[in-house]
Nanobody, 119 residues
Framework: QVHLVESGGGYVQVGGSLRLSCAASGRISRTDYMGWFRQAPGKDREFVAITDGTAEITRYGDSVRGRFTISRDNAKNTTYLQMNSLIPEDTATYYC????????????WGRGTQVTVSS
């Protein structure tokens, strides 16, 4: 099994920055894709970012492109989400997820960390 634990959420003012971390343990592989998603109250889950095993391939959601950066440290089994220029619309619970290289969906999810951006 795989266990994912997010951390780094909190309160921040508009224009501020936060860095989220996702620590992975269990049966993980360096070929796994890691992703970040978020969900605000009353809204659908939204794709934020994804990276492949070597972090050479990264993709971002339209609403965060240019402000957020996903990265990973395979030696620490940790994936990061650097969030800059935060706006109130970024307020949500952020989840990291793992997808096997051969899979089409994310099968493993963390419990999430709350990010609140105050104006």
């Amino acid at each position: 099994q795989v266990h994912l634990v997010e951390s780094g959420g909190g309160y921040v003012q508009v224009g501020g920055s936060l860095r989220l971390s996702c620590a992975a343990s269990g049966r993980i592989s360096r070929t796994d894709y890691m992703g970040w998603f978020r969900q605000a109250p009353g809204k659908d889950r939204e794709f934020v970012a994804i990276t492949d095993g070597t972090a050479e391939i990264t993709r971002y959601g339209d609403s965060v492109r240019g402000r957020f950066t996903i990265s990973r440290d395979n030696a620490k089994n940790t994936t990061y989400l650097q969030m800059n220029s935060l706006i109130p619309e970024d307020t949500a619970t952020y989840y990291c997820a793992l997808r096997r290289a051969w899979a089409s969906e994310f099968d493993y999810w963390g419990r999430g960390t709350q990010v609140t951006v105050s104006s």
